[in-house]
């Protein structure tokens, strides 16, 4: 058993205080502020109303968690839960109130912690920046939070990736502040995949992350399964603000503040300490990363705002000789990352009916691989990568009525690879140039109190294959009578560009965009305002992805390509595959003590290989569970913890005689995919403690990861210095702990 020490500051002298709930009411349609909109804490007497510039401030006696009702009229009204309030720091509330589509007389407004608005959004799951940082066994990360979800596929707590319906870890799409963001995870590939277990993201910036999975419309483009949409919160327009802390795989901090009336300003670094924690998690080496981020808010008025968006990060996995050979491993090196990204968004407010985001990016990744025998010490394969992005997006949304908007727009993608690969004495040296060009529009109506529908398409044309592709989408959301639920039915078209890496190489035919044709129908109720269940039923289908020509020498691995990223000549864009399944989700928000949710699916995802065999995907588990929960009695301290089952993890069996004779790895490929791990399954349990002081806050807390030490099997190699086949298992039982302290 694998123990790393515990991390864990607890002061226990202290002083209570109360502090401010601060923020701005704003109309969805236009993004202007609404003044003399109705403030108040839910279960209180407090309460306010907004200023000319749609501000509120309200003063709390005690610290600790509230919620606030937002009224206005004519507008939807929106409870905003969880606010933490304490001393010298202030979580400024950005409330977005859409105007009523149904008549308001006589209408007995109640609290309701699901946002549902059928006219403005398709079908989404949402993250508040409190939720993702106090998740059990989520480590502050993003795609942790993401695979507590049935949609979603996890290969594990090692890496970041994730599989949507089936879909492989490169088939999801992120944006921060409607600026693209290629990659979202340190230890990262180029084309989506993570070899890490630390994401980019620093989830303490974030304010709000939608997540869809089940559809999404016209205007996200270039992903064939899920897009997150994040918005990381403005600065403290107040006061300088600050935090420091420590936790699962790294320290860091992150300071804001006013400039002047004007502009704020939101900034964070992380440095690791993973080279610690490396042999209890079962990492297979020493990785290391830092990472700086940047954002800066300048409002001159209430018509213009510009956001100045910075990432920067870089990681290094780095397996040294004798940690090889101790492993029994057949070679050691390193795998050094560098991203970054720097982009501006210019939101403009033209009247009271429409308004746009238009921003432009540019980000660069970078990595470096070297590997080396590590009998011999000769070098074996080095790879060296340099990703260029330039990203032009603009999305217009106009409301041209209470039940009727257009969303518009366009977006210019360029992307250069220069791509050097050497095996032994074999030097490849490749460098590509491609651009995207799409026009989207999207229309949405409620056609009647009940039925709303949600239609339009995107039309983009890749300059790699010279042929525009229409990808049309509808969502239609049914409220059935009597409060009984909703039915959503959900159909679309997606395209992706291949990995960029085929688009290198020599082919007879031209690759083509990959596509995917979802539908799906779901059913939604709201037992409480603060319960929801949910059922849905999906198929996708894929076509035109690359493929191993079946003309082609088949002694190759039959896998898709779209899953694992390997380089062959003769690759044809003739690939299928298909994914089905069913998911259900029950969610409960904080309204009292207890929050949490149970959700889980049964699916099959596979494809046809070069000689028509139907294959299992990679992600191919079967089935996933999820339970979730929490329990917060007090403001001081709160428990939860998070159990996770899926299915064994698909993969290709070694045929050890003939291995024993290569001194070498021979699978049989023609059982490729047909073999499976043991069934996964893991317990997280968290303890939070939380403290406020006259000058200082403080969070604490300790996690344990892998609370029965379940053996874990992430998949099998063969090793040639030892002569046998090696299990790769998941991390066994950690204690970790970390603390933040805020001023």
Request: charged share 20%; with cysteine.
């Amino acid at each position: 058993m694998k123990i790393f020490p515990i991390i864990l500051i607890l002061p226990y002298c202290f002083l209570q205080g109360g502090g401010l709930i601060r923020g701005q009411v704003i109309d969805g349609n236009n993004q202007l502020p609404l003044s003399q909109a109705n403030i108040s804490v839910v279960n209180t007497e407090m309460g306010t109303t907004t200023d000319e510039n749609g501000e509120f401030l309200i003063e709390i006696s005690d610290g600790g968690y509230y919620s606030i009702l937002v009224t206005y009229i004519g507008y939807e009204p929106k409870v905003s839960t969880d606010i933490w309030v304490r001393p010298n720091a202030n979580d400024f509330q950005q409330i977005i109130l859409y105007p009523s589509v149904i008549e308001m007389d006589n209408v007995v407004v109640t609290q309701n912690y699901f946002e549902k608005n059928s006219l403005h959004n398709y079908s989404s799951i949402t993250f508040k920046n409190d939720q993702i940082r106090r998740a059990p066994g989520a480590g502050s990360e993003v795609t942790r939070i993401l695979n507590s979800l049935p949609s979603v596929a996890s290969v594990g707590e090692n890496r970041q990736d994730i599989m949507v319906r089936g879909g492989g870890p490169n088939e999801n799409g992120f944006l921060i502040d409607n600026i693209y963001i290629p990659n979202i995870s340190h230890f990262s590939q180029p084309d989506g995949r993570s070899n890490g277990p630390v994401g980019l993201i620093n989830t303490e910036l974030v304010e709000n992350l939608d997540f869809y999975s089940n559809g999404f419309s016209a205007e996200y483009g270039n992903k064939l399964s899920s897009y997150g949409d994040i918005t990381y919160r403005e600065g403290s327009k107040n006061s300088f603000e600050g935090s420091i802390g420590i936790g699962l795989g790294g320290a860091g901090g992150v300071f804001e503040g006013p400039v002047n009336d004007e502009i704020t300003f939101l900034s964070s670094f992380r440095m690791s300490y993973l080279d610690i924690l490396s042999d209890a998690i079962n990492a297979g080496g020493l990785p290391s990363y830092n990472d700086y981020q940047g954002k800066i808010n300048y409002k001159p008025n209430q018509y213009h705002s510009f956001t100045f968006l910075g990432i920067f990060g870089n990681s290094i996995y780095e397996r040294n000789k004798n940690d090889a050979t101790s492993a029994n491993e057949d070679s050691y090196g390193a795998v050094k990352n560098n991203q970054s990204t720097l982009g501006i968004n210019h939101r403009y407010v033209w009247n009271k009916k429409a308004y746009s985001n238009n921003s432009i990016s540019f980000s660069d990744q970078i990595s470096k691989i070297e590997f080396f025998d590590v009998l011999s010490d000769s070098f074996l394969n080095g790879i060296n990568d340099n990703y260029f992005t330039s990203h032009l997006r603009n999305v217009n949304y106009i409301s041209l009525s209470n039940k009727l908007n257009i969303v518009s727009g366009f977006e210019m993608h360029n992307r250069d690879l220069t791509y050097d690969f050497k095996l032994n004495d074999i030097l490849i040296v490749d460098d590509v140039v491609f651009k995207n060009l799409c026009l989207f529009f999207n229309l949405k109506s409620m056609l009647t109190e009940n039925l709303a529908i949600s239609m339009g398409a995107r039309l983009e044309n890749s300059d790699f294959e010279n042929m525009f592709n229409m990808s049309p989408r509808v969502n239609i959301d049914y409220s059935l009578p009597r409060q009984m639920g909703n039915i959503i039915l959900n159909s679309g078209s997606y395209y992706q560009n291949p990995p960029e890496k085929y688009l290198t190489l020599e082919t007879e035919q031209k690759l083509r965009s990959v596509n995917a044709r979802q539908s799906s129908i779901s059913y939604e109720k709201l037992f409480t305002e603060s319960t929801k269940f949910s059922i849905s039923a999906y198929e996708k289908q894929y076509s035109n992805a690359p493929m191993i020509d079946d003309e082609f020498d088949r002694s190759f691995s039959p896998a898709f390509l779209m899953d694992r990223n390997i380089t062959f000549n003769n690759i044809i864009s003739n690939g299928t595959a298909k994914s089905t399944g069913v998911e259900m989700l029950i969610e409960k928000k904080r309204a009292e003590n207890f929050y949490g949710h149970i959700g889980g699916s049964l699916f099959n995802s596979t494809y046809m290989d070069y000689a028509g065999v139907e294959r299992n995907r990679d992600s191919n588990y079967k089935y996933l569970f999820n339970a979730v929960g929490g329990y917060r009695p007090n403001d001081k301290w709160e428990i939860s913890f998070r159990w996770s089952l899926f299915g064994g993890k698909p993969y290709t069996e070694i045929d050890v005689d003939k291995s024993l004779i290569t001194d070498g790895a021979i699978y049989f490929t023609e059982e490729y995919n047909e073999g499976r791990t043991p069934v996964y399954h893991n317990l997280f349990l968290r303890y939070e403690y939380r403290k406020i002081y006259q000058k200082y806050n403080m969070i604490g807390y300790i996690e344990l990861w892998n609370a029965y030490n379940r053996k874990n099997i992430e998949t099998y190699s063969w090793s040639s210095s030892a002569k046998k086949i090696i299990e790769t298992t998941y991390f066994s039982f950690i204690p970790v702990g970390g603390f933040e302290i805020e001023f």
